[in-house]
């Protein structure tokens, strides 16, 4: 059986995230966010520990944060990846445990991409929302609805009943009716601007000449991208998608479903908290994800793992 290394995106920080791995390691957690907080001039093991939260959920810091946790994590775990994806950011940090990126050039990357991202959204304009319980096509309805109103799009298809907007601020009032006229749930998320969607066109062209400094080298373990849901191995072709990544929305759901037709049993998720294991464990309940955000936790992952090898 096949083990996939899936790595979270942004809205998965939060204050005290490092707290049981600085007790646990702490010099490894102070050389690791030593190195990405240089790169990226703000203190991203303050943050992390202390906040403020509305400063750590600002795209162009808890992109970096996330990604050092991830490589955090990665330092820790002692078996590799049959098959690696991640989910929005976490692209970058499937890519980097791929090999495609050193650590230093990763962090560049996703501090440079987050503050492009937030000049694309002045902060408060607009905003991004999981609606639970819906399908696919009856969101899509919603939305084709909603357009009346203001700009709307579909930016992530996560599972079978969950896909989150992007939209104006002004129209999350309209959103969030809609949905709970239709008995089911929104939640507005940990984000500063509505990624994944026409919203980010500004930024296409400005990270597309970020990327033009970087050597990207192929991945040494099959990686699924977001924009095509397949595996993609060209350098020069993923550079493309990362670029396009920001206006395109996240197939994830596709990309479980090719997981689990590629014979991934077993996955463990290589960050802060454990919203793709519950996404794996609703959509596909045959495939075991296990959380690694703690010290116990990753202990668990890795026993579990080790025992179908």
């Known amino acids: 059986m096949k083990v996939a290394f899936l790595f979270p995106g942004q809205g998965s920080q939060k204050v005290g995230m490092l707290r049981e791995w600085l007790e646990e390691d702490a010099p490894l957690v102070e050389e690791l966010f030593g190195q ?16 403020p939260e509305e400063e750590l959920n600002l795209t162009k810091n808890s992109q970096p944060a996330i990604l050092t946790f991830s490589a955090l994590l990665l330092r820790k775990i002692p078996v590799v990846p049959d098959v690696v994806a991640g989910h929005s950011l976490g692209e970058y940090s499937a890519l980097f445990c791929a090999g495609s990126f050193g650590f ?9 991409r987050g503050e492009i991202m937030q000049e694309a959204s002045p902060l408060g304009e607009g905003t991004m929302v999981a609606v639970l319980g819906l399908s696919l096509p009856e969101v899509r309805g919603m939305v084709d609805m909603l357009r009346e109103r203001g700009r709307v799009e579909i930016a992530n298809i996560n599972s ?24 089911k749930k929104a939640v507005e998320l940990r984000v500063s601007a509505p990624f994944h969607s026409s919203f ?17 080298r192929p991945p040494r373990y099959p990686y699924l991208s977001n ?56 959509e596909h309940p045959g495939v075991s994800v296990f959380p690694t955000f703690s010290p116990k936790r990753l202990q668990v992952a890795v026993s579990e793992v080790r025992g179908v090898r």
């Open 160 to 183: 079978s009943d969950q896909v989150v907007l992007s939209l104006e601020k002004s129209l999350l009032p309209w959103v969030l009716e809609e949905v709970g006229r239709r008995g």
């Open 200 to 216: 980010m066109e500004k930024a296409r062209e400005a990270f597309a000449r970020v990327l033009e400094g970087v050597t990207i």
């Open 36 to 51: 990405a907080s240089r790169i990226c001039g703000v203190d991203l093991l303050r943050l992390s520990l202390e906040g």
């Open 104 to 112: 230093d050039e990763a962090v560049y990357l996703v501090r440079r």
């Open 227 to 282: 924009v095509t849901a397949a595996f993609e191995r060209d350098p020069g072709r993923i550079r493309d998608l990362l670029v396009e990544q920001l206006v395109a929305p996240v197939r994830w759901k596709d990309i479980m479903d090719v997981l689990c037709g590629e014979g991934v049993r077993r996955a463990l998720e290589v960050g802060p908290g454990m919203v793709l294991s519950k996404l794996f464990e609703r």
